[in-house]
């Protein structure tokens, strides 16, 4: 076990090497893409040219995380935090083009280089946004057990408005086959996309994978779909001790799994149904509706 968490060790500190290394040639060559990009967002609109907002990291701490300015100025004076859209109104001319090649993600190279995110991992979301969303998915906390990035498989695969809980499945496939070769290969497709200036639509990125033939070897269908009891587990929600004796218990009663947890105490009824959810959605096809 010791030597298992050594490697893991090994492990992370590589990836953050990797991501430094990265990132500081990453900003070095990209200086001419961010004169260019702020004088043409200080024509359009004036200033500010970066745009910063608190985002939470790895176990929900928070930082702030930067941007090139793609919406109106004071956009969010009127409508609180809001989930994005995929074609919202708020956005600049120039905004439409940063978003669709990516161009205004290019300040958080900076978030990488001072280790606030990865360049692979789930989104970094905002903490009014994520209170929201664990009220009704309590499993979405899940995400934050890994350092956040700047692309992933939620961000390759769906687009702006894909439902939480659809992002959570993402996250949860990166989360739990995460190597450097998967992050390779998502950095390799971030860059294909963002060349083709395809990230606003989720089909047009697709059609660019497709394109690249490799959709088929990226596509995030490895099965997450496992029994209820090794899903808590994993979820650091019930112990092996637990599911023992509830399955013990399940087994004189005649009853399911999660009945016989609940009435030995295990959890809640309510943390039982999110996680049933959380079975129902991993079971979807991986493009199915809504996704």
Same mark, same amino acid.
């Given at each position: 076990?010791?030597?298992?968490?050594? #490697?893991?060790?090994?492990?992370?500190?590589?990836?953050?090497?990797?991501?430094?290394?990265?990132?500081?040639?990453? &900003?070095? #060559?990209?200086?001419?893409?961010?004169?260019?990009?702020?004088?043409?967002?200080?024509?359009? $609109?004036?200033? !500010?040219?970066?745009?910063?907002?608190?985002? @939470?990291?790895?176990? %929900?701490?928070?930082?702030?995380?930067?941007?090139?300015?793609?919406?109106?100025?004071? +956009? %969010?004076?009127?409508? *609180?935090?809001?989930?994005?859209?995929?074609?919202?109104?708020?956005?600049?001319?120039?905004?439409?083009?940063?978003?669709?090649?990516?161009?205004?993600?290019?300040?958080?190279?900076?978030?990488? &280089?001072?280790? $606030?995110?990865?360049?692979?991992? !789930?989104? +970094?979301?905002?903490?009014?946004?994520?209170?929201?969303?664990?009220?009704?998915? !309590?499993?979405? /906390?899940?995400?934050?057990?890994?350092?956040?990035?700047?692309?992933?498989? +939620?961000?390759?695969?769906?687009?702006?408005?894909?439902?939480?809980?659809?992002?959570?499945?993402? $996250?949860?496939?990166?989360?739990?086959?995460?190597?450097?070769?998967?992050?390779?290969?998502?950095?390799?497709?971030?860059?294909?996309?963002?060349?083709?200036?395809?990230? =606003?639509?989720?089909?047009?990125? @697709?059609?660019? &994978?497709?394109?690249?033939?490799?959709?088929?070897?990226?596509?995030?269908?490895?099965?997450?779909?496992?029994?209820?009891?090794?899903?808590?587990?994993?979820?650091?929600?019930?112990? =092996? %001790?637990? @599911?023992?004796?509830? @399955? /013990?218990?399940?087994? *004189?009663?005649?009853?399911?799994?999660? %009945?016989?947890?609940?009435?030995?105490? #295990?959890?809640?009824?309510?943390?039982?149904?999110?996680?049933?959810?959380?079975?129902?959605?991993?079971?979807?096809?991986?493009? *199915?509706?809504?996704?």
């Amino acid at each position: 076990m010791v030597k298992g968490l050594d #490697f893991t060790v090994k492990e992370y500190a590589f990836k953050r090497i990797f991501d430094f290394s990265l990132a500081l040639i990453g &900003l070095i #060559f990209s200086i001419p893409i961010w004169v260019i990009v702020a004088i043409a967002i200080w024509l359009e $609109d004036g200033r !500010p040219i970066l745009y910063k907002q608190k985002r @939470l990291g790895k176990h %929900e701490r928070p930082f702030w995380l930067f941007k090139f300015r793609s919406m109106v100025k004071n +956009a %969010e004076d009127s409508t *609180g935090p809001v989930w994005a859209m995929e074609n919202d109104p708020r956005v600049t001319k120039v905004g439409r083009f940063i978003r669709a090649t990516a161009i205004d993600e290019l300040p958080q190279l900076i978030n990488i &280089l001072k280790g $606030d995110i990865s360049f692979v991992g !789930p989104r +970094a979301e905002r903490p009014e946004l994520a209170a929201r969303f664990k009220r009704n998915i !309590p499993a979405f /906390a899940l995400r934050t057990i890994v350092k956040p990035g700047l692309t992933g498989i +939620a961000q390759v695969y769906g687009r702006y408005d894909t439902p939480p809980q659809h992002k959570l499945r993402y $996250d949860l496939i990166y989360i739990k086959n995460q190597s450097f070769i998967l992050d390779l290969k998502l950095i390799l497709l971030s860059f294909w996309i963002t060349f083709t200036g395809k990230w =606003q639509s989720r089909e047009d990125k @697709l059609g660019v &994978l497709v394109r690249k033939k490799t959709a088929k070897t990226m596509q995030p269908s490895i099965s997450l779909v496992k029994p209820l009891g090794q899903l808590l587990i994993e979820a650091n929600v019930i112990t =092996q %001790e637990q @599911l023992k004796e509830a @399955l /013990a218990y399940q087994r *004189g009663l005649g009853i399911k799994i999660g %009945e016989a947890l609940v009435k030995k105490g #295990f959890l809640s009824n309510q943390v039982l149904n999110q996680f049933l959810q959380l079975q129902l959605i991993m079971r979807e096809q991986e493009y *199915g509706t809504g996704a």
